[in-house]
């Protein structure tokens, strides 16, 4: 956590209730991404975010300091995700998983390789969005927020040897929706 965290928490204990803006401004991207990795539906993860927050701001007095701020606000965002699930008892896959906004392209050079690299994130994102909402979850945490395994385990309720084993399984299971997926992509332009 940073010191800085922890003055927004103290402020908003004392009662100012404005200080909690810039908590949520901090973490509310990722807050989404995340909820939108597990439950793959923009509304439904915009409503499980807004939860969140309430959630972390009605029990912004129960956290401790025990672990980082942001494994405590990505546990939040996780357990509720996770009750929303079991409401809905269905994943609902018709949306995509980024959408990414448009960059200045200054030359041809550049933009194919801009392109080139959208499609490589959008083919692994459409590749993570396939899987079940723990794996997409963990990958996320784990690979584009750079957590610790120690992290990682204290936000999703698990030790930091089955944070391994289930990383593991989770990297098998991508391995193989990735080669499922872009082989015929590969196949197709050779043809």
Same mark, same amino acid.
């Given at each position: 956590m940073t010191t800085n965290d922890q003055h927004y928490i103290?402020?908003?204990?004392?009662?100012?209730?404005?200080?909690?803006?810039?908590?949520?401004?901090?973490?509310?991207?990722?807050?989404?991404? +995340?909820t939108l990795r597990m439950l793959k539906n923009r509304?439904?993860?915009?409503?499980?975010?807004?939860?969140?927050?309430?959630?972390?701001?009605?029990?912004?007095?129960k956290f401790k300091g025990d672990s980082k701020f942001s494994t405590w606000v990505y546990r939040i965002a996780y357990n509720t995700s996770l009750d929303r699930l079991k409401k809905n008892k269905k994943y609902i896959n018709n949306v995509a998983i980024d959408e990414y906004t448009e960059q200045h392209i200054k030359t041809l050079g550049n933009a194919l390789d801009i392109i080139e690299n959208k499609e490589k994130?959008?083919?692994?994102?459409?590749?993570?969005?396939?899987?079940?909402?723990?794996?997409?979850?963990?990958?996320? +945490?784990?690979?584009?927020?750079?957590?610790?395994?120690?992290?990682?385990?204290?936000?999703?309720?698990?030790?930091?040897?089955?944070?391994?084993?289930? +990383?593991?399984?989770s990297r098998k299971r991508l391995a193989k929706i990735l080669q499922n997926q872009l082989e015929p992509e590969i196949i197709e332009q050779y043809e």
């Open positions: 103290n402020l908003v204990l004392d009662g100012d209730a404005n200080a909690f803006t810039s908590l949520v401004n901090r973490y509310k991207n990722m807050v989404f991404t +995340l509304e439904e993860a915009e409503e499980v975010a807004q939860d969140t927050f309430i959630k972390m701001y009605k029990s912004l007095n994130q959008q083919a692994i994102q459409r590749c993570i969005s396939l899987l079940s909402a723990d794996d997409s979850f963990l990958l996320t +945490l784990y690979y584009f927020e750079e957590q610790t395994l120690e992290e990682i385990s204290v936000a999703m309720g698990l030790t930091p040897n089955n944070v391994k084993v289930k +990383l593991f399984r």
